[in-house]
């Protein structure tokens, strides 16, 4: 009955399959018919039995209830077998007591609660270890093991098979170091606190007592406490000011501290000088509850610079610290020498650039291009370090070493970059400049001025308008406002890394797209077909052997899932072949199918050329050496690609792509979306990319939107660099912003957060400029005394406070 | 009222034996982390209930 076959094959075109461990769709190639469970990847099914082997599936629950968005899971099946060297232990773990050892490990992969759960409870699926506790923000684990039951090595491959590859965190010093200086910082804004919630209370009771009278001994015992606690709260927490002031001084530049110390150093000799004379105001509430404020500002900032300094670490823990002798002797690599012979096992990373001399195996690059397919590698082959050797042992003459291999100099270069950036807070600090300068004049003139009519009195105007125009509101509404604003936009899902990329993203420039994964759906896509129809099924049959984007695509076809032998299937980056059901068929570009043809049909040129001319791949099918059909296989454009650039443009912003896809392709997926064909450039290199974006960059500012650790450099070079949803995970460390939804449409929102943040630091800005401007004229005139300044004061920062939080910047994410 | 010459000061003794507190916690590194115990201790909470309830895993 042809009604019932028609239904049939529909039900076969929309049957979706989640896979059991991420959920995401399984290709139909990889579905196993009848099987209870199905996965979409080889590194899925190795967690998910870990899991349920150790009975751990709550993590299932955990991360439904927390609605962080699936991930497919990473397994390198590494051996890690460096860990264990005795070099290593030494460096890079430390002993608790006897027999028991502690190290730190960066994750790649975790993200929601539910890894933080699964990571802590590695004591039950490896038996040996301790203690395990995830830091999320820094995705940094703390083991503690039992060195009588297990092995460092053996845990690195637990933590692998759960989707976790740990990375020795570089260099525990620094890192030590830093947490040293976080806490110090803590314990400085815990005592301005305390100091300034002190003075407040005795300055309650103060000025109630100016209205309804107080016994004059206690108003005495009251100002001389207060003294007590600002003094503690100046020179402890305070002395950070007086100390960026005096820096500011010796080099001569302009710093938001100068201003700051001066405030607080007038205040604090006037309140001393008034304590100990017994009249007048003491401003030492106003002292202390600025230096609160000021302290809680400066740590919103520190903790965003922090972030980003963490994520270029990530970067750096990518290589391995330690290489291998033939001999097998181990050598840190710093001691490497170009020309050296290293042995490199399976499971272990090259730790230099080199040449294969011995040996065959395949080798993942994923951390370096985001691709997953292992590639061949055979003696003359070039290695990369920082990639991961797969199957067999081989020889490497090394090179290039250290920061001279490609990924080192990748590194550098991001480093190079974010180092460069200059922070919003630069221009705070020119107002800041500007602000110290006409501040202090004023003072001096109202002094001088009110010296002819009364002493005290040109003190007392002189005092309070230091004290009214202190930059309170100057230094806390930028780091507020931006802190307020990276909030929300993370709760969107986009997760930005400083206020300058903010300050940079909210000017309309110019930006460019990486072809792949913002216009097009990524994973595959349509597929058209030209001759044979009974090649299709074979074709089908070969892909579903490879996981390249072409190969997703064949097995997201109807046909996918049918019965075949496949037979010694050969992978290329040009093609797969292999024997199916026992015929010999080759899938590929035209140049491979080309070389098993002894000539090409001109139908199947005509197709080619045809499919190409639309933006779609053209892929060749032969069949027992004759080309027995052509593929034009493709992405399909995005829903929201075309409405998103619409609404680009309308903000002023001017797009371009540039991808390492073929140029007619890239025109054609451009043309649909409306960025014209000028714009386009294809079948770029990721150190062509580089160039490109620093030629852009001279002319004006650039945006770069890319995914993959190929892209890194060129998303650094950039005025702002946006990595996208599902890129590499070191793509994260060379980016300013990371989008977790896919698409353009967090692009748009993100450029309207931006243009809405500004605003808000503006109008922070503007009405702390105007107050300061209002009192400090009423000051000059004598019209408030310094009790109304100290009052005005607080006034003045919580006005702004409140503005940060209550400006819209970025709004929730809509519903997908 | 001169009961306050006592009181405040052994208040403010009180206040600095809170940010003493405070000190030795922050040192110890107990803000190092603000991110990760939040989600840690949901978990922890329903583990029990659920651990008793779920028979052992099979192997």
Known sequence: MPTEVVAASAANSARRVACAHCGLDVPAG?????AERQFCCA????????????????????????????QPARTTGRRYAELDDAAFRDVWTRELEPGTRTAELYLEGVHCAACVWLVERLPRVAPGVIESRLDLRRSLVRLVWDERDTTLSRVARTLDSLGYPPHPARDAKTRQARLEEDRKFIVRIGVAAAAAGNVMLLAISLYGGAYSGVEAAHGTFFRWLSMLFAMVSLAWPGSLFFRGAWAAIRTRTAHLDLPIALGLGAGAIAGTVNTILGRGEIYFDSLTVLIFLLLVGRWVQHRQQRWAADSLELLFSLTPRLARRPSGEDVPVEALRVGDLLEVRAGESFPADGEVTDGASTMDQSLLTGESRPVPIAPGTRVCAGAVNVSRAVQVRVEATG????????????EEYSRRRAP????????????????????????????????????????????????????????????????????????????????????????????????????????????????????????????????????????????????????????????????AVAVGSASFAARRVSETPHWASSAQERFTSRGLSAVSVVVDGRIAAVAGVGNPVRADAAAAVTELRRHGWSLAVLSGDDLGVVISVARRVGIPPAACRGGVTAEEKVCAIEAEVQRGPVVMVGDGVNDAAALSAATVGIAVHGGAEASLAAADVYLSRPGLTPIVGLVTGARNTLWTIRACLAVS???????????????????????????????????????????????? | MSVIYVLVPVASLLAAAAVWAFIRAARSGQFDDLDTPAVRMLHDDEEESSEKKQAPPQQ
């Open chain 1, 30 to 34: 990889l579905v196993v018919e009848g």
């Open chain 1, 403 to 414: 920061t001279e291999t490609r990924a080192g100099r990748l590194m550098r270069l991001v």
């Open chain 1, 769 to 816: 400029l105007a107050y300061n401007a209002a009192a400090a004229t009423l000051a000059v005139t004598g019209i408030i005394g310094p009790l109304i300044a100290a009052i005005l004061m607080p006034v003045s920062s919580l006005s702004v406070v409140l503005l940060a939080f209550w400006f819209p910047t970025f709004g929730e994410p809509p519903c997908p």
């Open chain 1, 43 to 70: 590194g899925c099914r190795t967690v998910w039995d870990v899991i349920y082997g150790h009975g751990l599936e709550r993590f299932y629950r955990i991360q439904e209830s927390s609605g962080a968005a699936a």
């Open chain 1, 424 to 583: 919003i807070v630069r221009s705070a600090d020119r107002i800041a400049g500007w602000f110290v300068g006409v501040v202090v004049s004023l003072a001096v003139v109202t002094f001088f001025v009110w010296l002819r009519v009364d002493v005290s009195q040109a003190i007392d105007n002189a005092t309070s308008l230091l004290i009214v125009t202190c930059p309170c509101a100057l230094g806390l509404a930028t780091p507020l406002a931006v802190a307020v604003a990276i909030g929300r936009a993370a709760r969107a899902g986009i997760l930005v890394k400083g206020g300058d990329a903010l300050e940079k993203l909210a000017r309309p420039s110019r930006i460019v797209l990486d072809k792949t994964g913002t216009l097009t759906e990524s994973g595959g896509g349509t597929i058209e077909w030209e001759g044979d129809a009974e090649a299709k099924p074979l074709a089908v049959a070969l892909e579903a052997t490879s996981s390249h984007a072409i190969a997703l695509a064949f097995q997201k076809d109807p046909s996918a899932g049918g019965v075949h032998r496949v037979d010694g299937a050969v992978h290329s980056p040009a093609g797969i072949e292999g024997t199916v059901d026992g015929r």
